[in-house]
T-cell receptor, first 116, second 109 residues
Framework: DTAVSQTPKYLVTQMGNDKSIKCEQN?????MYWYKQDSKKFLKIMFS???????INETVPNRFSPKSPDKAHLNLHINSLELGDSAVYFC???????????????FGAGSRLTVL | GQNIDQPTEMTATEGAIVQINCTYQ??????LFWYQQHAGEAPTFLSY??LDGLEEKGRFSSFLSRSKGYSYLLLKELQMKDSASYLC??????????WGAGTKLIIKP
């Protein structure tokens, strides 16, 4: 029943490790996103994919690499983790690519990453 | 630069009314969203305004004035479960969502 599901919910790891977060949506939406929410609670867009194609790639380190095998999945792989990567990462989806107004986002429950 | 301002925290009493303000300065405007986020959970959609005026949805209403770069979310008959953060987000001219930091609303009995 879960509309946007992401795993794992919690991730604790050491600096320098590589980790992945998976995301799947069963809403039939065309567009998927990765957001980072830091300790100050700002939501920052990282990536946006429309039908498996990258349409937004904000200024994030190239240690972060999204992969979209199909339009229902958008995974996030992070290499060489750093302390500053600690945050909550939210996956989201929307019906369209945002070039129309009322494009409501449905978020996953979030993945809390802690880098030690 | 682009900027969304909201109060950091507000406190209100159960059963009362509270108004959460949001002012924005963005490059263009294609609509304003309000989302609710309970602690440790995902943001969920509350409302969308693109024209000036008030949109009412049950206990929640959202107002927009484009000329003033201003919106508010009005919550009536407050319940304890309304304790959450309320996020204001504006869609700019490039259809990019610009998010505020959110207002943490604390409801007291």
């Amino acid at each position: 029943d879960t509309a946007v599901s992401q795993t794992p919910k919690y991730l604790v790891t050491q600096m320098g490790n590589d980790k992945s977060i998976k995301c799947e949506q069963n809403l039939g939406h065309d567009t998927m996103y990765w957001y980072k929410q830091d300790s100050k609670k700002f939501l920052k867009i990282m990536f946006s994919y429309n039908n498996k194609e990258l349409i937004i790639n904000e200024t994030v380190p190239n240690r972060f690499s999204p992969k979209s095998p199909d339009k229902a999945h958008l995974n996030l792989h992070i290499n060489s983790l750093e302390l500053g990567d600690s945050a909550v990462y939210f996956c989201a989806s929307s019906p369209r690519d945002g070039s129309s107004g009322a494009n409501v986002l449905t978020f996953g429950a979030g993945s809390r990453l802690t880098v030690l | 630069g682009q900027n969304i301002d909201q109060p950091t925290e507000m406190t209100a009493t159960e059963g009362a009314i509270v108004q959460i303000n949001c002012t924005y300065q963005t490059s263009g405007f294609n609509g304003l969203f309000w989302y609710q986020q309970h602690a440790g959970e995902a943001p969920t959609f509350l409302s969308y305004n693109v024209l000036d005026g008030l949109e009412e949805k049950g206990r929640f209403s959202s107002f927009l004035s484009r000329s003033k770069g201003y919106s508010y979310l009005l919550l009536k008959e407050l319940q304890m479960k309304d304790s959450a953060s309320y996020l204001c987000a504006v869609l700019d001219s490039n259809y990019q969502l610009i998010w505020g930091a959110g207002t943490k609303l604390i409801i007291k009995p």
